[in-house]
């Protein structure tokens, strides 16, 4: 399997978990009273599983995205934020190095 895709897998599934980690916390804290009505409910299994589902496919992309711009394993051998560090050294934070900022 390639290296990206593992990368992908894995994130995702690092999301999903914290998202329905969150569901879990929100349910037990009663938040808003969620917890009271979905336990009353008749229902309450559907409505847990759609609250999972939907924690899972908003959390799972956004753990993939944030892990891919703090990524420093798909970049050459530059740093990934190479701009700043050019900035923090005193030189111009442009891409071409040649041309200083005027």
Do not use: Y
């Amino acid at each position: 399997m390639p290296r990206l895709v593992k990368f992908v897998l894995k994130w995702n599934a690092i999301g999903i978990l914290l998202g329905w980690l969150v569901l879990a916390a929100m349910l037990l804290a009663d938040v808003s009273g969620i917890g009271h009505m979905i336990s009353n409910s008749p229902q309450g299994m559907i409505a847990v599983l759609v609250l999972a589902l939907s924690f899972a496919v908003t959390s799972g992309p956004v753990a993939v995205t944030v892990a891919v711009l703090l990524s420093r394993e798909f970049g050459d051998a530059e740093p990934a934020n190479d701009r700043l560090a050019r900035w923090k050294s005193g030189q111009s934070a442009e891409n071409d190095r040649d041309v200083p900022l005027p």
